[in-house]
Structures are given as structure tokens and as C-alpha cells.
């Protein structure tokens, strides 16, 4: 895949759904192409109220984007879920779930149309609202292959399934993390109850030396 070739999830249900909708049993692997992003560095530790502001600056920040693409694509317009990823100095932080030791950013899938200048001007259009908020950064990554799963249910459920992918399916499997943790969420959570709410687990991966 070259530098220029940028996947149109819009325009490509099949990695949509692969992306987005994998099994709730166990890991599976999954081949990420190269997608575009709106990137919002954080700042401190990954505290709930921190990352919520993010989330909501970065959606303020593109929301001439969303509503561009609601005009083009009409009833087939799709909201793309926020991302949050996650890394550390040591691997082992991670696994054992010491937040605070972990740095982050939040970052959304754009459609392919929306490229540098286009989020500028988005972040532009939208600078009253923004106020002295930083503005997100346009990126584009091919992940490569990936582990991931869908856990539906409490967070509180979420670090044994990662001492599960890192202790256990990497191993297993002779892969190591290769870049940052994701969760990546399917559901508004102030209007999903915690039993309820989807976040799929996502591990770039890579052969162990």
C-alpha cells in the first residue's frame, strides 16, 4: 500500500464492518489500512474528566466536517466512534492496567475528502466555540495487522482482558505490541447503561524477534 492510497470507510462497508464490528469471543486479527484522522494529543494522565474534554473538543473541532458529510451521504451517514489510544515507557504498564503511568491522545476517522487544510479550516470555522482549546492535528497510519475484540460491559472488566492478550494471545500466538493501545468506542455513554456499552480492544502487532 502506498503513502497515497487513504481507505474510504464511507465508501467500503466490508472494512467497515471487520474495522468495527468483531467477534465478542476472544481476539481475532484484523489487517488496519492506511485511514485518515483528526488527532487530539492529551495532557496529563488518562483521568475520565481529562479525556472527556478532549473528546468533546475534538468533535467541536470537526463538526463542520460531520456536517459536510451528513449533506453528501444522507440517511447512509455513519457518526464515527472516538478513539482512544494508549501507550507506555514499559510495555508491562499496560498489561497490569497502571493508568497512571500511561500517555494518550483521542483521535476520529475522517472521510478521505477531508484532508489537512480542510480540518484547519474546520478547527477555523469553529474557533469561537473552541475558545484557547488546542486544536487536533490531521494524521493518516496504516496500522498493519492488529488483535482486537469487543468487550461489551463495565470498564472495571476491561484489565483482565488485556493481561489475557498480553500475557496469553501474543504469546501464544508469537506476536508482540508493536504501537499504541486502543479503545475504540461504539456508544454515547451518557445514554448507554454500563452493562451495555461497546469497546472494541485494539493491539497493532508484530512477529516476535
Not at 4 to 18: F, I, K, S, W
Not at 133 to 148: H, I, S
Request: hydrophobic fraction near 40%.
Amino acid at each position: 500500500m502506498t503513502e497515497e492510497e487513504l481507505v474510504d470507510l464511507t465508501q467500503n462497508r466490508a472494512a467497515l464492518m471487520a474495522l468495527y464490528a468483531p467477534p465478542t469471543r476472544g481476539f481475532s486479527m484484523i489487517e488496519v489500512p492506511r485511514l485518515p484522522f483528526a488527532v487530539l494529543d492529551g495532557e496529563g494522565p488518562p483521568d475520565p474528566t481529562a479525556i472527556a474534554d478532549a473528546v468533546k473538543t475534538l468533535y467541536t473541532s470537526i463538526y463542520p466536517i460531520r456536517r459536510e458529510a451528513r449533506e453528501r451521504m444522507g440517511k447512509a451517514f455513519v457518526e464515527a466512534p472516538v478513539e482512544v489510544l494508549y501507550w507506555a515507557d514499559d510495555m508491562r504498564d499496560l498489561a497490569s492496567g497502571q493508568r497512571e503511568k500511561w500517555q494518550w491522545r483521542v483521535q476520529v476517522t475522517l472521510p478521505v475528502w477531508a484532508d489537512e487544510m480542510r480540518l484547519e479550516a474546520s478547527v477555523a470555522e469553529m474557533r469561537h466555540e473552541l475558545g484557547g482549546a488546542a486544536a487536533p492535528r490531521w494524521n493518516a497510519v496504516a496500522e498493519g495487522q492488529c488483535a482486537q475484540t469487543l468487550h461489551v460491559g463495565p470498564t472495571e472488566d476491561m484489565p483482565a482482558i488485556l493481561q489475557g492478550l498480553y500475557g496469553d494471545y501474543l504469546p501464544g500466538q508469537g506476536l508482540e505490541a508493536a504501537g499504541p493501545y486502543h479503545e475504540i468506542y461504539l456508544d454515547d455513554w451518557n445514554r448507554v447503561a454500563p452493562l451495555q456499552r461497546r469497546v472494541i480492544l485494539r493491539q497493532p502487532v508484530r512477529q516476535l524477534a
